[in-house]
Nanobody
Framework: QVQLQESGPGLVKPSETLSLICTVS??????????WSWIRRPPGKDLEWIGY???????FYSPSLASRISISRDTSKNQISLQMTSMTPEDTAVYYC?????????????????WGPGTSVTVSS
């Protein structure tokens, strides 16, 4: 049983950097053949894929967000982090981390076998 828990600030000011952490228990973030995505849902809108980190540590980001995104991991803590720079009110959303098998489509939400409960982030001055 794998569990994911997102954590971070609930409120971020415009222009600041968002830092979130996904803490994983019951499984290793370095386990072979899995990737770990950050996904968000703005209020009233569809889920949006942000980026992923794979078992080897390689990352890939949504082209629309890539210039602002950094995903990394701390294997000693079994944690995956997300940093997003230059936050604006349009970045207000519930942010999730989730796991899927390599070879699945990152936009196929049903392919993710484990999700965190999400953490709400509001960007406001």
């Amino acid at each position: 049983q794998v569990q994911l828990q997102e954590s971070g600030p609930g409120l971020v000011k415009p222009s600041e950097t968002l830092s979130l952490i996904c803490t994983v228990s019951g499984g290793s973030i370095t386990a072979a053949n899995y990737y770990w995505s950050w996904i968000r849902r703005p209020p009233g809108k569809d889920l949006e894929w942000i980026g992923y980190i794979v078992d080897s540590g390689s990352t890939f980001y949504s082209p629309s967000l890539a210039s602002r995104i950094s995903i990394s991991r701390d294997t000693s803590k079994n944690q995956i982090s997300l940093q997003m720079t230059s936050m604006t009110p349009e970045d207000t959303a519930v942010y999730y981390c989730a796991r899927a098998q390599i070879g699945t489509r990152v936009f196929s939400w049903a392919e993710y076998d484990y999700w965190g409960p999400g953490t709400s982030v509001t960007v406001s001055s």
